[in-house]
């Protein structure tokens, strides 16, 4: 990452600095995956974007990272490729809710695992477009290996929506809400337009495998 020298002001020099020291917070091991300085990040953004507050989200989408990457026992992360990186920073920065922050950092784990590497531009986009819910629907979903949500089943791979309003805490109408707005970013099919019933398809699978990848492929 690189970015221009462009003449700052005395102010603009205090709030760069003080950026700097809460990047410096992640740790020298994340920017050595990452390919790249905490001074590299705010010469590519600039301290016009990269409010602390901002670089304070980004501290913590890291460490979550991290995190990820010990629980996945990737030993030794490769820096992830810019054109994934930068969107995925991008979308973390300004996203303080716990769930979503939590796919952020799966995602970016997941560019940085050598054996993994499978995130979409898509999966990025999807993230961008989520509420809080639609993570909650989708991380519940691949939790309990659940195929198809219905108005009425009995059968153990699949749900209702009262159900699995239910398991996370949500109103019957926020979940199809999350449901319906999954729909449209193809994560479900329906047998027929209108019947109230979501399948999972490939593109859920492929999304959840990218952030919850049980044992990394050897």
């Known amino acids: 990452m690189s970015g221009s020298m462009v003449p700052i002001s005395d102010e603009q020099a205090k709030l760069g600095q003080e950026i700097l020291k809460t990047l410096r917070g992640a740790g020298s091991a994340i920017w050595e995956a990452l390919g790249s300085t905490p001074e590299d990040l705010v010469a590519y953004f600039g301290g016009d974007w990269l409010r602390v507050r901002r670089a304070e989200n980004l501290v913590k ?4 990272a991290k995190q990820r990457l010990a629980d996945w026992n990737v030993q030794q ?3 992830a490729s810019l054109s994934i990186a930068i969107p995925i920073l991008q979308g973390a920065a300004d996203e303080d809710r716990e769930e979503l922050a939590d796919l952020w950092a799966r995602l970016l784990a997941n560019a940085m695992a050598p054996n993994l590497d499978s995130v979409r531009h898509g999966f990025i986009e999807a993230v961008k477009k989520m ?3 639609d993570a909650l629907v989708l991380r519940e979903l691949n939790k309990r290996n659940l195929v198809a949500v219905q108005r009425s089943t009995s059968d153990p791979q699949r749900t209702t929506i009262d159900n699995l309003a239910a398991a996370i805490d949500l109103r019957v109408d926020d979940v199809e809400t999350s449901l319906r707005h ?4 193809d994560f479900f099919d329906q047998q ?9 398809n490939p593109t859920f699978r492929e999304f959840m495998r990218a952030c919850y990848p049980e044992v990394i492929p050897k």
């Open 61 to 64: 989408l890291f460490e979550k």
């Open 77 to 79: 992360p490769k820096p």
């Open 131 to 133: 509420d809080r819910q």
């Open 182 to 185: 999954l729909q449209s970013m």
């Open 192 to 200: 027929q337009v209108g019947n109230m019933d979501w399948y999972v």
